[in-house]
């Protein structure tokens, strides 16, 4: 048998102790071996068994507990900045208030936004939790936005009419779908995006049904064209959301 | 917390030994496995592996470097003080030589010892590379590197406590 030069063996050693040689280079490292008392002794120790479980290499039983502390530590931290981006936000109008008389909120309206915000942020913190798909995430900041914008808008104008206008209400079914809906995906992205898709289903139909029963009212500002172009906008936007959370379903990595 | 729970008991373990071999400190290595498990379920680092347990590595390592950058100091950690004469034989004697290992792989390269550590956990040479933003023979070279080099060490080990 041909001799191989020891620098060559010394190459190949690492693959063997690695237990990632070929059969081939197996054989010709213990050939070489037999004569090479040094290159037998590092065979033999081999490389130490890092992976190799112990006592020593695993972690106390009070990291877990360790963890979750840090764990809700930073979801409280995003909770604070929840309520700063909130009373920024509440700081606009109240600013204007002292200077222009176009911008006149009662208390109410403030209570009534601030919950609003608060419960949009706490809803984006939450649901953000359950995936760091960053897919997931731009499909929840979309999903809760567009229902924030849906009920400021109803609460403040209305869509179909004025904001007393009953047929308002309809728009309650639309965030009500969603509510069951998150509850029965449990925030899974396949059934988040079942629920959004539902969601704009809902919210084409909700001029269709105001037509049916409410019909004259379209016929006040934004009018009939306005207001089936409004829903078709939040309906797109809640179809977006949708997309983007089956997107996330193929990101996971369960 | 059920998601946490799951991946929290599945690679646990896995991460912690991956930290403590890395920095060498078994306070350091519990501080970095936390973070870790935050780091994920937060959504506060983006996607950087194929698979979940390479995902996990890759955040634990940047978390190591992050340390040693906020520390400013370089890792040479004695091992950990133990009083083996406590413990019974054959777990003293694995414990010394885990020790002995924990403190002789600090004095290589902090890339070395990552890529021989991610071999270990089972990583591809792919997926080190991409990790370490090396090439694939890069990747390798290190792996093979400062195993032969582990290997040489155990040898002498051997030869001395003979």
């Known amino acids: 048998?041909?001799?191989?030069?020891?620098?060559?063996?010394?190459?190949?050693?690492?693959?063997?102790?690695?237990?990632?040689?070929?059969?081939e280079t197996r054989a010709l490292v213990e050939a070489h071996a037999q004569h090479d008392p040094e290159i037998a002794r590092i065979i033999r120790a081999g490389a130490p068994d890092i992976t190799g479980s112990s006592s020593a290499t695993?972690?106390?039983?009070?990291?877990?507990?360790?963890?979750?502390l840090r764990l809700r530590r930073s979801i409280r931290r995003k909770m604070a900045y929840v309520a700063i981006a909130t009373v920024s936000i509440l700081m606009i109008p109240l600013v204007a208030m002292q200077f222009t008389g176009e911008v006149n909120w009662s208390p109410a309206d403030f209570i009534v936004m601030g919950m609003l915000l608060i419960g949009t942020g706490l809803a984006y913190v939450l649901i953000s939790q359950v995936s760091d798909s960053r897919t997931y995430h731009a499909a929840v900041g979309v999903a809760v936005v567009t229902g924030?914008?849906?009920?400021?808008?109803?609460?403040?104008?209305?869509?179909?009419?004025?904001?007393?206008?009953?047929?308002?209400?309809?728009?309650i079914g639309v965030i009500l779908i969603g509510l069951v809906g998150v509850g029965i995906a449990r925030l899974r992205p396949r059934g988040m995006a079942r629920t959004l898709f539902a969601m704009a289903v809902f919210q084409l139909l909700v001029p269709v049904?105001?037509?049916?029963?409410?019909?004259?009212?379209?016929?006040?500002?934004?009018?009939?064209?306005?207001?089936?172009?409004?829903?078709?906008?939040?309906?797109?936007?809640?179809?977006?959301?949708?997309?983007?959370?089956?997107?996330?379903?193929?990101?996971?990595?369960? | 917390m059920t998601d946490f729970q799951q991946l929290y008991s599945r690679y646990a373990d896995d991460i912690y030994r991956f930290a403590l071999y890395l920095c060498g400190d078994a306070?350091?290595?519990?501080?970095?496995?936390?973070?870790?498990?935050?780091?994920?379920?937060?959504?506060?680092?983006?996607?950087?592996?194929?698979?979940?347990?390479?995902?996990?590595?890759?955040?634990?390592?940047?978390?190591?470097?992050?340390?040693?950058r906020r520390s400013k100091r370089r890792t040479d950690f004695p091992p950990e003080l133990v009083d083996t004469a406590a413990l019974p034989e054959q777990v003293a004697g694995d414990r010394a030589e885990l020790d002995a290992l924990r403190s002789h792989l600090q004095r290589f390269p902090e890339d070395d010892r990552t890529a021989l550590l991610l071999r270990s956990e089972?990583?591809?040479?792919?997926?080190?590379?991409?990790?370490?933003?090396?090439?694939?023979?890069?990747?390798?070279?290190?792996?093979?590197?400062?195993?032969?080099?582990l290997a040489e060490w155990r040898a002498r080990r051997e030869r001395t406590q003979i």
């Open chain 1, 1 to 23: 048998m041909e001799t191989v030069h020891r620098n060559i063996i010394l190459d190949l050693l690492p693959s063997y102790i690695g237990g990632e040689a070929s059969a």
């Open chain 1, 58 to 68: 695993q972690p106390p039983d009070a990291l877990e507990r360790k963890t979750i």
């Open chain 1, 148 to 171: 924030l914008l849906l009920i400021w808008i109803n609460l403040a104008v209305g869509i179909i009419g004025s904001e007393d206008n009953p047929a308002n209400a309809l728009y």
């Open chain 1, 209 to 254: 049904i105001a037509m049916i029963i409410w019909r004259p009212s379209l016929a006040d500002p934004p009018g009939i064209a306005g207001v089936f172009m409004l829903n078709a906008l939040f309906a797109a936007l809640f179809a977006v959301a949708g997309l983007l959370f089956r997107h996330s379903a193929g990101d996971s990595r369960d």
């Open chain 2, 27 to 68: 306070a350091d290595a519990e501080d970095i496995t936390a973070e870790t498990f935050v780091r994920v379920l937060t959504g506060k680092t983006p996607l950087i592996s194929a698979t979940i347990k390479g995902y996990l590595l890759t955040i634990a390592r940047n978390l190591y470097l992050e340390s040693l």
């Open chain 2, 122 to 149: 089972g990583l591809s040479y792919e997926e080190i590379a991409d990790a370490l933003d090396i090439s694939l023979a890069s990747a390798k070279v290190k792996v093979h590197r400062l195993r032969l080099k």
